[in-house]
């Protein structure tokens, strides 16, 4: 045989074996495909027919080449502070709402939600007002006030005993000045299971007798946050009101304590005091950064609420200032 056609020969037989790797290799990946970097996509269920998106998770990777550096930045921050004993458990969750990329520290870290569960609350009351357009301005008298340990961070403004209040106002005082009056009013005057059913729905840990202090985490709690701007759970009326509210919270000691004094906050904190002595401060929201929103949630452990609430508002500083550094012409 001739030099030529055995190379012709040759060609054919490599041709003829990497077409059946190729094929080898389509058929395995149609057998098995690749999850791995596959979003998570949290949908309502409950439905017949349809099977609404509320919102897409991407893989915690998807953060790491953008925000890496500043993800180290935090992990360090955070160990020191716990080397020098101002802190005993620090976490932070970060999302770019424009583009998507996210990071944690510790995400997966239990906390004790103590008044961040008041947004939930909101959120139960303006589902229902969506189909039912009297209820925001029902009213309800206030009879008396709730007993229990005094805030750490006091409010501005309280309700007046055996006044009358329309819900919407309660509502705004519940979330901006975390009122536990208001609170006490707005659970009594709805039904417990439509509360339970805003966390449920989501795919959040919801508090029962059984569940420990510590059960909820940053990254289960920006998910709130998450379908509010994306309008995906409450419609956009009621989303927009209620991010709306949540932009004039009167606590300025934490996230809001690390921004320049012109940029927007939508964002809710809490506190907590366990009878083991452990103090609890989170603060999380929306920073309405130009062009560039993003979400941020920190919850922290330690001994002393304003050495808490100094790291909080350095961790919204620290971030605050490497996204104005990326996003600086806005």
């Not at 949290?42 to 790491?64: A, S």
């Not at 953008?66 to 969750?93: M, P």
């Not at 009013?185 to 439509?194: A, R, S, T, V, Y």
Request: glycine share 6%; with cysteine.
């Amino acid at each position: 045989m001739k030099k030529s056609n055995l190379k012709t020969a040759f060609k054919v037989v490599v041709i003829f074996i990497f077409g059946i790797m190729l094929g080898f290799l389509a058929g395995r990946n149609l057998r098995e495909p690749d999850l791995s970097d596959q979003p998570d996509l949290l949908r309502l269920n409950g439905y017949k027919f349809t099977n609404p998106l509320l919102d897409i998770e991407p893989k915690r990777y998807v953060g790491v080449k953008e925000f890496g550096s500043l993800e180290n930045q935090l992990q360090d921050y955070i160990n020191d502070q716990k080397t020098k004993g101002n802190l005993t458990k620090g976490s932070v969750y970060f999302r770019d709402l424009k583009n998507g990329p996210w990071f944690g520290v510790d995400e997966k870290e239990p906390f004790s939600p103590a008044s961040l569960l008041k947004l939930p609350v909101m959120m139960a009351y303006l589902k229902q007002a969506e189909s039912d357009k009297a209820l925001l301005s029902r009213q309800v008298k206030n009879e008396g006030v709730v007993e229990g340990t005094a805030p750490a961070f006091k409010q501005s403004k309280i309700l007046e005993k055996d006044k009358t209040y329309a819900t919407s106002q309660l509502i705004e005082q519940m979330i901006t000045q975390s009122d536990n009056d208001a609170l006490s009013l707005l659970e009594k005057n709805i039904d417990n299971g439509l509360i339970n059913k805003v966390t449920l729905d989501l795919g959040i840990t919801t508090a029962t007798d059984q569940t420990p202090e510590d059960f909820l985490s940053v990254k289960e709690y920006a998910t709130l946050y998450r379908v509010l701007y994306n309008s995906s759970y409450l419609n956009r009326e009621m989303s927009e009101k209620a991010l709306e509210i949540l932009s004039r919270t009167v606590f300025k000691q934490g996230i809001a304590g690390g921004l320049s004094n012109n940029v927007v906050v939508a964002h809710k904190f809490g506190e907590r005091e366990l009878e083991n002595g452990i103090k609890q401060l989170h603060d999380c929201g929306i920073v309405y950064y130009p062009n560039h929103p993003y979400l941020i949630c920190i919850m922290t452990k330690g001994y002393d609420y304003q050495k808490l609430s100094t790291i909080i508002q350095s961790i919204s500083r620290q971030i605050f200032e490497d996204v104005s550094q990326r996003f600086k012409n806005p």
